[in-house]
Antibody, heavy 119, light 106 residues
Framework: QVQLQESGPGLVKPSGTLSLTCAVS?????????WSWVRQPPGKGLEWIGE???????NYNPSLKSRVTMPVDKSKNQFSLKLNSVTAADTAVYYC????????????WGQGTLVTVSS | SFELTQPPSVSVSPGQTASITCSGD??????ASWYQQKPGQSPVLVVY???ERPSGIPERFSGSNSGNTATLTISGTQAMDEADYYC?????????FGGGTKLTVL
């Protein structure tokens, strides 16, 4: 069973870059899964940020596309999120999740990590 | 842009059937998934491809999707089903979530 674990700074300054990593265990990042980031502002709903395939192919939420990159590190079986020019509106719990290509659903989720944007 | 609309809240008595709707333009032409999220926890997939249940999800969870509306149905609702529920679908290569529905079991 795939397990996902997010890691990264819990506090980022305004205008800075938010950087998170998701470690994949119990499965290979080279599988047929797509690997996503989803965020949830405190007390609000889920927002999909984007996804990456092990080949490097990506799809991003149009509303965030200009500020997002998602590199993958196959040697470490992990993928990352980089969101630049952050503001307080980017404060949220950030989840990494996997999607089976055949089901189009997010079947495994990390525990989530809270990132606060504040000076 | 493609949007999914859910009622903010639904209430149900224990043992009764709860129905949570999700509306979007021609949603029936896409696959809908549903996620359960309890306070302080990560979302859990409860229905995918409109009406399929992942392993370990109780049979009381079922789904349907036609026209502009997808529906999550919980039969014989239990207190443990009290949670936020989110629908989700893909529009081209973008995942879209509904705003979420708080299910109260009282």
């Amino acid at each position: 069973q795939v397990q996902l674990q997010e890691s990264g700074p819990g506090l980022v300054k305004p205008s800075g870059t938010l950087s998170l990593t998701c470690a994949v265990s119990g499965g290979s990042i080279n599988s047929s899964n797509w690997w996503s980031w989803v965020r949830q502002p405190p007390g609000k709903g889920l927002e999909w940020i984007g996804e990456i395939y092990h080949s490097g192919s990506t799809n991003y939420n149009p509303s965030l596309k200009s500020r997002v990159t998602m590199p993958v590190d196959k040697s470490k079986n992990q993928f990352s999120l980089k969101l630049n020019s952050v503001t307080a509106a980017d404060t949220a719990v950030y989840y990494c999740a996997s999607k089976i290509a055949t089901t189009l659903a997010f079947d495994y989720w990390g525990q989530g990590t809270l990132v606060t944007v504040s000076s | 842009s493609f949007e999914l609309t859910q009622p903010p809240s639904v209430s149900v008595s224990p043992g009764q059937t709860a129905s949570i709707t999700c509306s979007g333009d021609r949603l029936g032409d896409k696959y809908a998934s549903w996620y359960q999220q309890k306070p302080g926890q990560s979302p859990v997939l409860v229905v995918y491809q409109d009406n399929e249940r992942p392993s370990g999800i109780p049979e009381r969870f079922s789904g349907s999707n036609s026209g502009n509306t997808a529906t999550l149905t919980i039969s014989g609702t239990q207190a443990m089903d009290e949670a936020d529920y989110y629908c989700q679908a893909w529009d081209i290569n973008t995942a879209v979530f509904g705003g979420g529905t708080k299910l109260t079991v009282l």
